[in-house]
């Protein structure tokens, strides 16, 4: 850690023209006292995946999947695989 108030920013597999590339997790201040590191993920839908860039947060949600916000898609968590 850097230093107090340093939280880490996890890296992530994003996307760059049509290939994916690594990139690596950073130490940074949050902008706001209470705020949280909402990671960058990728859920799958009926029509494909679609990446969730990530984003700092003010309250923890817990997981970033939200029951009624996923209904009716084919969530990649789901027990259909």
């Known amino acids: 850690m850097p230093g107090e108030g340093y939280a880490w920013v ?4 994003g996307q760059r023209g049509n290939r994916y590339v690594w990139v690596p997790g950073v130490w940074q ?4 006292a209470g705020a949280y590191w909402s990671h960058p993920h990728y859920d799958h839908y009926q ?8 984003h700092w947060d003010r309250e923890d949600h817990g997981d970033h999947h939200d029951d009624h916000y996923n209904r009716g898609h084919d969530d990649h968590h789901d027990d259909r695989h």
């Open 10 to 13: 996890d890296g992530y597999w």
């Open 29 to 32: 201040r949050p902008p706001y």
């Open 47 to 54: 029509q494909g995946w679609q990446m969730h860039e990530g």
